[in-house]
């Protein structure tokens, strides 16, 4: 199994940032796919969820400004966020169990003040 994520930078409070997760070695269609964010100094938390009936749950600090969406034919989660403020800044995370817990190297996301 690979994770590989994509789309993380530097941007303003505010702006908006797609993140991306590729993902190999799995039956993509039939699993959950979840973001994790992991701040500096502060545990990893679950941003976002998304199963294979694309049903969502959302993290309440960033429902109505994160949106997690999937495409089975190219084995992609994404992670729109828009309105971003300087406390989503974390190294994210694309994760998915398949008999054992799988990550991707995460990519940074850094929002400025």
């Known amino acids: 199994v690979q994770l590989v994520e994509s789309g993380g930078g530097l941007v303003q409070a505010g702006g908006s940032l797609r993140l991306s997760c590729a993902a190999s070695?799995?039956?993509?269609?039939?699993?959950?796919m979840d973001w994790y964010r992991q701040a500096s100094g502060k545990q990893r938390e679950l941003v976002a969820s998304?199963?294979?009936?694309?049903?969502?749950n959302y993290a309440d600090s960033v429902k109505g400004r994160f949106t997690i969406s999937r495409d089975n034919a190219k084995k992609t989660v994404y992670l729109q966020m828009n309105s971003l403020k300087p406390e989503d800044t974390a190294v994210y995370y694309c994760?998915?169990?398949?008999?054992?817990?799988?990550w991707g190297p995460g990519t940074q996301v850094t929002v400025s003040s």
């Open positions: 994760h998915v169990y398949d008999m054992y817990n799988y």
């Open positions: 070695g799995i039956m993509f269609s039939i699993k959950a």
């Open positions: 998304i199963i294979s009936d694309s049903s969502t």
